[in-house]
Nanobody, 117 residues
């Protein structure tokens, strides 16, 4: 079981920036594809961005050009830089760790991001 701890959420004005971080407890980070998902009130959880073990990234169309996912294999962490934030980005953001060997998914507890003036 991998423990994931997100941080960096908060309240920001439209057009502002936030950086989310996810710390993992695993020493086998190299076996995990990582991702960020979000869930707004009354909506299903949706993919925001993913990054493979090789560093290949994928983004939801709604965040392309504004968000950047990165992983630090030395520190076993993944981050999400969010720029030009919009009110529709308001959601709870969850870190995901997908073990490519066992196909097991692990989730963090989530961090709230609110974009409002």
């Amino acid at each position: 079981q991998v423990q994931l701890v997100e941080s960096g959420g908060g309240l920001v004005q439209p057009g502002g920036s936030l950086r989310l971080s996810c710390a993992t407890s695993t020493n086998s980070f190299r076996f995990y594809a990582m991702g960020w998902y979000r869930q707004a009130p009354g909506k299903q959880r949706e993919l925001v961005a993913t990054i493979t073990r090789a560093g290949i990234t994928n983004y939801a169309d709604s965040v392309k050009g504004r968000f950047t996912i990165n992983r630090d294999n030395a520190k076993n962490t993944v981050s999400l830089q969010m720029n030009s934030l919009k009110p529709e980005d308001t959601a709870v953001y969850y870190c995901n760790a997908h073990n490519v060997l066992t196909t097991k998914d692990n989730w963090g507890q989530g961090t709230q991001v609110t974009v409002s003036s």
